[in-house]
């Protein structure tokens, strides 16, 4: 009757993947996945008459899109059902059918 392949959690079991056409994916911020940006914050003071400009420089992590971690049914190989006789007279009479000549006169005998 051959085999079919099957793509079935139950039958062939899971894996543990990260994909984004399988399991979507997400927005984060982190520095170790995405980068960094190093940003300038500026601001004028004015603590003496002619004023002073005060730069900070900082490092911030940048967002970006990341797969998503999720389980994905494993594909597998079965086998296809087959449309065979249940019992033993069935199962002679469907072989019965497919012999000719002095074979099919000899398992008519054994039928009978």
Do not use: H
Request: glycine share 8%; hydrophobic share 30%.
């Amino acid at each position: 009757c051959g085999t079919s392949v099957v793509q079935d959690a139950a039958v062939c079991g899971v894996s543990y993947v990260q994909d984004a056409a399988s399991c979507g994916s997400s927005t984060v911020k982190d520095a170790a996945k995405c980068g960094e940006d190093i940003t300038k914050s500026c601001k004028w003071s004015r603590r003496r008459s002619f004023g002073e400009l005060k730069c900070d420089f900082k490092k911030s992590a940048k967002s970006c899109t990341v797969a998503n971690k999720c389980n994905v049914a494993k594909k597998c190989p079965i086998a296809n059902e087959c449309d065979v006789a249940s019992t033993f007279s069935s199962c002679l009479g469907e072989v019965l059918g497919s012999v000719s000549g002095t074979g099919k006169e000899f398992l008519a005998i054994v039928r009978d």
